[in-house]
C-alpha cells in the first residue's frame, strides 16, 4: 500500500549528502523531484551505496527495495524544496535513500495514505 511522504528540504544548495558520487546535484525543485523519483524507481543509487561498503555482499538486500511506480513532485518556495513522494516503499528504505542523496539536510513533515 503506497504512502505519502510529505519532505522539506529547508536550503536546496545545501542539501547534499557527504558523498558527492551519491548526492543530489540537483538545482531546483523539479530536478530534485526526478532525482529522488529515480533513486525510488530504480536500484541504481542503492547498487553504488553498496560497491563502496566494505562487504557489500553483507548489505540486506530489503535496502535495495524499489517501486516503478514511486511519483515525486516538487514545489520551491524561495531557498526551500517541497517534495511530496508517493510510493509503496518502507519510510526506513526512503529515509535511507534520502540521506545518500541530501545527507541531515531534509526533513520528514508527515506521512499519509495514498
Known sequence: MPNRYYLRLPDGAR????????SFTA????A???QL????REDTLFERWRAKQDDPDD???ALGATDPAAVVQ???????INLVATTSIPGTVLKQRLRLLAGTHWELRDVTAA
Request: zero cysteines; aromatic letters at 4%.
Open 59 to 61: 548489505v540486506d538486500r
Open 32 to 34: 530534485f523531484a526526478e
Open 74 to 80: 516538487g514545489h520551491q518556495d524561495d531557498l526551500t
Open 27 to 30: 538545482q531546483g525543485a523539479e
Open 37 to 40: 523519483q529515480r533513486a525510488l
Open 15 to 22: 542539501a547534499r549528502g557527504t558523498d558527492p558520487e551519491l
